[in-house]
Nanobody
Framework: QVQLVESGGGLVQAGGSLRLSCAAS????????MGWFRQAPGKEREFVAAIGWSAFSTNYADSVKGRFTISRDNAKLTVYLQMNSLRPEDTAVYYC??????????????????WGQGTQVTVSS
């Protein structure tokens, strides 16, 4: 079993920045991929970004390309999401996700094995 704990959410004005963190604990894996998703009220959960084991393999939703950056620290079992130039439409609960035994993961939620509890991000206009 893997536990994921997100932090870093909050309230920010449009144009501002936030950095989300997601720390994994529990079982250890020789390799794993991680991702970020978000869900706004009344909407489906949507893919935001993913990062592979090597950290050089990243994938972003078109809506966040150029504004968000995903990174990871394998020694700390932590993935980060740096969010810049935030917009009101970025308001959502952000979830991190963990795919065990994978070098890479993509945008489909069912690729992931474990999920965090979510952290709220609110962007005011």
């Amino acid at each position: 079993q893997v536990q994921l704990v997100e932090s870093g959410g909050g309230l920010v004005q449009a144009g501002g920045s936030l950095r989300l963190s997601c720390a994994a604990s529990g079982r250890t894996f020789s390799r794993y991929a991680m991702g970020w998703f978000r869900q706004a009220p009344g909407k489906e959960r949507e893919f935001v970004a993913a990062i592979g084991w090597s950290a050089f393999s990243t994938n972003y939703a078109d809506s966040v390309k150029g504004r968000f950056t995903i990174s990871r620290d394998n020694a700390k079992l932590t993935v980060y999401l740096q969010m810049n130039s935030l917009r009101p439409e970025d308001t959502a609960v952000y979830y991190c996700a963990f795919r065990q035994g994978a070098y890479y993961s993509g945008p489909a939620p069912d690729e992931y094995d474990y999920w965090g509890q979510g952290t709220q991000v609110t962007v005011s206009s």
